[in-house]
């Protein structure tokens, strides 16, 4: 297994907050009230497998040198919150219960099939992958097209190791990415049987291959916890979060540009590219600013999230 004790936590650097910090969670509640739209408040109990390193569920350390390339000038945001405060339809659409309700999920053993314009078609357990995969821990600003925003240490491994690893033919121009599909074990896929489940997502091959396209398996020092999408997901953070599929079972790689999930169920609000961009509002929310999901403090939003160094020419 590549999950084990680490040698030590990693000192933070400027922007960091050390690990007593981020599993501080006196303040959660009081504070994640300020974001606007937030519903009523359940009590904490629905937090706890998330928060007590003892409680059942907890993820093992997984431990990854940091590259520090990436250094968002804000302060990382702390774990409660990042396991707290989730999107994952699957479960709820209430994002306080989303940790609750996935948490007795069996996201291991877990099996991630490779197809499509490939020159060898694969099925490999997770495990194997991460074993196979030199890790680093990035840490990246998150945006999501609700106009809030997190700050978050993931782990994993840049997209493009994994493509140079599973060698897709000339032919393929887009990788379409796939959420499992277990209506009986996840309650949001049953009670909201309108949706085009599973969740599928896609990007380019240029953008799948960019440097900042990372498949996630772990955030925090930590494997990913089930609520952020155990265990691994993709993470583009020049792109509002629904880009960024949680719990993979599939990677496709398809000559034509696949339809993605958001897309699909509400055209008019959700397009393919998805990149953020204050300029452009969204039907529902005004993307020219965002708020801290922390603090409740308002700030301008920055085209591409803050990546245009690294994405912009993509799209010029
Ligand atoms: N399979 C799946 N992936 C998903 C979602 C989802 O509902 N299902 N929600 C998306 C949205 S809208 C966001 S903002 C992020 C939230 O990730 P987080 O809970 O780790 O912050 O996951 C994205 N990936
Ligand atoms: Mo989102």
């Known amino acids: ?104 999920f069996k996201f291991r053993p877990w099996q991630v099939e490779v197809k499509g314009l490939v020159e060898k078609p694969l099925k490999f357990d997770v495990d194997d992958l991460i074993r196979r995969m030199k890790l680093e821990e990035r840490v990246y600003r998150f945006r999501c ?42 309650p949001g896929q049953r009670s909201q049987p309108h949706y085009p489940w599973p969740y599928f997502e896609g990007l380019t091959m240029e953008e799948a291959t960019n440097e900042l396209a990372m498949v996630v398996v772990g955030m925090y020092g930590r494997a990913l916890p089930n609520q952020n999408g155990a265990p691994i997901r993709l993470i583009v953070p020049w792109k509002y979060g629904f880009k960024s599929i949680k719990s993979i079972v599939r990677f496709e790689f398809v000559r034509n540009r696949p339809p993605t999930f958001w897309n699909q169920a509400v055209p008019n609000e959700y397009g393919f590219v998805a990149n953020v961009n204050p300029a452009v509002p969204h039907p529902r929310w005004s993307q020219a600013s965002e708020q801290v999901v922390e603090t409740g403090e308002r700030i301008p939003t920055l085209p591409f999230n803050g990546y245009q160094d690294y994405v912009a020419d993509l799209y010029s």
């Open 145 to 186: 097209v609700e106009a809030w925003s997190m700050v978050i240490p993931w782990v994993g491994f840049p997209m493009k190791q994994f493509i140079d690893w599973v060698k897709p033919t000339s032919r393929a121009r887009f990788v379409r990415m796939v959420t499992f599909n277990r209506p009986s074990e996840a």
């Open 1 to 104: 297994m590549l999950i084990r004790v680490p040698k030590g936590w990693q000192i933070p650097e400027r922007e960091a907050t050390p690990e007593s910090v981020y599993l501080e969670r006196r303040r959660f509640l009081g504070r994640a009230l300020g974001v606007a739209g937030l519903a009523a408040v359940g009590g904490t109990g629905c937090l706890q497998g998330a928060l007590d390193p003892q409680a059942r569920g907890f993820p093992a350390k997984l431990d990854a040198p940091r590259n520090s390339k990436f250094r968002p000038q804000r302060r990382i945001t702390r774990y409660d919150i990042a396991t707290g405060y989730n999107n994952f339809y699957e479960f709820s659409l209430d994002k306080q219960a989303v940790a609750r309700l996935a948490r007795d």
